[in-house]
């Protein structure tokens, strides 16, 4: 079977990729520990992103029978909250046959698909940069990436950590295949600061 990239529409690969399993767990009502789910992750965005879990602000509640995965909402968490999620970047190769324009329509199309245009806030450096008002745990678990910051540039191996705080930036995969990257995004509250909130 044949995938198609999100990004360029173009075919990769020759198989899908592996669906990522989760085992999720809870209480039961009777405080006992068990697997609420134990199943592939369905929810994604734009086929670059698979959401694992998604919280909210406020108490989590552990004895839910919810998949919270499926409350995701956009590239950003909720308001006080987080979500956790594998992101599969194709290499950069991919667009080798597209022009600068067609590149940022295409980027433009998927920050939109992830309900985050507003998030692209200058791309003059990449079409891929954006901005989100997030601390994030990214983790490169396969390829090679390379880290678009402002001013400087960083290559990533598999298992470099980069702490993203809030910063304009873009991913590139500047391998021969895809890159597989793990992803936390915590709401850091400076949206909610700037409309008056707590």
Same mark, same amino acid.
């Given at each position: 079977?044949? &995938?198609?990239?999100? /990004? ?12 990522? /399993?989760?085992?999720? =767990? ?9 697997? *609420?789910?134990?199943?592939?992750? =369905? ?8 959401? #694992? ?15 919270? &995965? ?8 909720? &308001?006080?909250?987080? $979500?956790?999620?594998? +992101? /599969?970047?194709?290499?950069?190769? &991919?667009? %080798?046959?597209?022009?600068?324009? *067609?590149?940022?329509? /295409? #980027? ?14 200058? $791309? ?6 954006? *901005? ?6 990214? $983790? ?11 001013? @400087? !540039? ?9 702490? *993203? ?6 991913? +590139?995969?500047?391998? @021969? !295949?895809? %890159?597989?990257?793990?992803? $936390? ?9 700037? @409309?008056?909130?707590?």
């Amino acid at each position: 079977m044949v &995938a198609e990239n999100a /990004r360029t529409g173009r075919r990769t690969g020759g198989r899908m990729p592996k669906p990522f /399993r989760r085992i999720v =767990t809870a209480n039961d009502a009777n405080g006992r520990s068990e697997v *609420q789910l134990d199943e592939p992750a =369905t929810k994604e965005f734009a086929t670059v992103l698979t959401e #694992m879990w998604v919280t909210t602000a406020g108490p989590h509640n552990h004895t839910d029978r919810v998949d919270h &995965a499926t409350k995701s909402r956009s590239l950003e968490p909720p &308001a006080g909250g987080s $979500v956790f999620r594998f +992101i /599969r970047l194709p290499p950069a190769s &991919a667009f %080798a046959g597209m022009t600068g324009e *067609q590149r940022e329509l /295409r #980027m433009a199309e998927v920050f939109a698909a992830m309900n985050a245009a507003h998030t692209r806030r200058d $791309v003059s450096k990449s079409p891929g940069m954006h *901005q989100t008002s997030t601390t994030d745990y990214i $983790v490169l678990l396969s390829g090679k990436v390379r880290l678009v910051l402002d001013k @400087e !540039e960083r290559d990533l191996e598999p298992f470099d950590v980069v702490i *993203q705080r809030g910063t304009n930036h873009a991913w +590139i995969n500047t391998g @021969e !295949e895809d %890159a597989l990257l793990m992803g $936390v995004l915590l709401d850091d509250g400076s949206a909610r600061l700037d @409309e008056g909130g707590p």
